[in-house]
């Protein structure tokens, strides 16, 4: 059981760094770069969605101090879905047309 906790820790950690990297440069993983509309949804969300993983796999490891069985459903089943929610919502939300930044030579 030990591997399949240590390998979704690792999938994890993934998650986090498509996240990050997803924030920080606006780079979306070739497979959803036709759908993602808004790309900082989609990292904070992919960040969400690995935190929850890595803390899954910390608490049973027993690397963090205990904590009751309830808060540790309740809390990374709220970081999950929170961040497929973001993640879903980076498809479906439509583009977002700035004015400014709509007509770059300004006339």
Known sequence: MAWVVGTGAFLG???ITGGVVTLRTGWI???ARRHVTRPQLHG???LLVGVSL???GLFYFRVLPGVSWDA???GGN?????GLLLIGLSQVLPLRR???HADPSGV
């Open 13 to 15: 950690l993934l998650a």
């Open 29 to 31: 993983p070739p497979m």
């Open 44 to 46: 904070l969300g992919g």
């Open 54 to 56: 890595v803390l899954q």
């Open 72 to 74: 540790r459903f309740f």
């Open 78 to 82: 709220a970081l999950l879905f929170g």
């Open 98 to 100: 700035d004015p400014e």
